[in-house]
């Protein structure tokens, strides 16, 4: 055997022996979300046969819901997880699921299986955060190879710059930066130090030194997307509108799929008065979420009316039917939130009537939410309807007898809604409960030297 050979299988032999510590010392575990059982054949054939390993460590799953819960289950019994999915399941794109993972999840390792992926979705799947992509069919050889790299970084500066991340995640930035400094001594212009010193200035707070880093990392790797993102967040703190939407929308033309990224660069205009070229970024982001999820629609479809709905609300309200639409009759508890941002959007346009419907929409799916009666009966109240407004508040107090002392305003609000019907008892409760919060509530004491 050649010393070529020798030294490549002692080199296959520490990634075994990586893969084999996450499992049985590091309390590693694999999710696996796919229908292929060639895929799961193979993690079964590499874990258990070839490494050895006899726990259970892996679980196959059908659907994405049943992937959120075994990761939510696995975490809290505090495993490091490997969550596998498969980039189209079930004719959908999984763009959306990676997106929720890295959001909510952070600590999993996430490994895209295809046969094969477009240019501009493969760049979707790294910029959302997958660690790793594996092609299929692939050799166990290949795919031992590509876990270990996920999992711990084979070459000395990876790991400098894993242990330099770390120590941004914690706040410690001059330590972070002197570990970035180290690993430029030694592999000078290297991108990915670069960008950890410019977060290290950043962090604190020197602006310009975390500028110049930025640039250098994007000199260093033209097609590199992360210094662009980095600058568009440095110019967002620094208020530089301009700027940050010029990154925006050149990192936008390099990786067109990204919703967020058009949500983002839509708000920016709707701060600049630009509605039309707002509404063209907005309507791609819907275009885009409608191909990964129902409910992504529902969510993008929110964020964008949340951009108008001060400036806008009629646009706003366009944006939350929509939203609701995407729902179809499907609709439950988490769209009580739309309902209640649509009613927002329709009384600041007078339309008292039509928030009224739409919240009466809402207690259908949520019947007994304390909340949806209050707003009922403040829209209520701006129609000059006060005695079946001061009705709706009699159903919140049953529901909850505590919710008026959830704010000042509240109190306030209810004590005046009593007073307009007449109802001086339950004004005079509730107004008195409003100056035991706030002593000096001029509001309040006008109102109760009336009575």
């Not at 575990?29 to 258990?48: G, P, S």
């Not at 699921?97 to 895209?112: H, N």
């Not at 129902?294 to 479809?301: E, F, L, Q």
Request: with cysteine; proline share 2%.
């Amino acid at each position: 055997m050649s010393m070529e050979s020798v030294l490549a299988k002692m080199e296959f032999r520490k990634f075994e022996a990586s893969i084999v510590d996450f499992f049985s010392k590091k309390n590693g575990y694999a999710i696996v979300l796919t229908e292929d059982t060639n895929f799961t054949a193979l993690l079964r054939q590499t874990l258990n046969k070839h490494l050895g390993l006899r726990n259970k460590c892996f679980s196959q799953v059908s659907t994405v819901e049943d992937a959120l819960k075994q990761i939510r289950k696995e975490l809290a019994a505090g495993k490091k997880l490997l969550v596998f999915i498969e980039r189209i399941h079930r004719d959908k794109e999984m763009a959306f699921l990676v997106r929720r993972i890295k959001k909510d999840f952070k600590q999993c390792k996430v490994f895209i299986t295809m046969t094969e992926a477009p240019r501009e979705q493969f760049i979707l799947l790294h910029e959302l955060g997958a660690d790793n992509f594996i092609t299929k069919p692939i050799a166990i050889n290949t795919f031992i190879e590509k876990v270990a790299h996920s999992i711990k970084p084979q070459g000395k500066m990876g790991q400098l710059i894993d242990i330099a991340k770390t120590m941004l995640e914690q706040g410690a930035y001059e330590d972070a930066a002197k570990v970035g400094r180290t690993v430029l001594n030694a592999k000078p212009n290297f991108s990915a130090a670069l960008l950890v010193m410019g977060d290290a200035y950043k962090g604190l707070k020197k602006y310009e030194l975390a500028h110049k880093c930025y640039l250098g990392a994007g000199d260093s790797a033209p097609l590199f997307l992360d210094p662009l993102k980095k600058l568009a967040d440095l110019y967002g703190v620094a208020g530089v509108k301009k700027r940050q939407l010029d990154c925006l929308t050149k990192l936008d033309k390099m990786s067109p799929l990204n919703v967020e990224r058009k949500l983002d660069i839509g708000h920016i205009y709707v701060e600049l008065g630009n509605y039309v070229s707002a509404d063209v970024y907005f309507e791609g982001a819907l275009r885009q979420a409608n191909k990964e999820a129902i409910d992504y629609v529902g969510n993008v479809s929110q964020q964008i009316a949340s951009a108008y709905e001060k400036r806008d609300p009629a646009r706003a309200e366009q944006y939350l039917r929509r939203a609701l639409r995407a729902k179809g009759d499907n609709l439950d508890k988490a769209d009580v939130e739309t309902f209640n941002s649509l009613g927002i959007v329709l009384r600041k346009q007078g339309k008292w009537r039509e928030a009224i419907y739409e919240y009466k929409r809402a207690l259908q799916v949520s019947r007994r939410d304390e909340n949806l009666y209050y707003n009922i009966a403040i829209a209520s109240a701006e129609g000059k309807e006060f005695v079946q407004s001061s009705m709706y508040l009699k159903k919140v107090i049953q529901l909850n007898e505590d919710f008026v002392r959830t704010e000042t305003a509240i109190a306030y609000n209810m004590g005046l809604i009593f007073y307009k019907a007449v109802d001086h008892v339950m004004a005079k409760m509730h107004l008195q409960i409003c100056l035991a919060m706030d002593p000096n509530h001029a509001g309040a004491k006008k109102i109760l030297s009336l009575m």
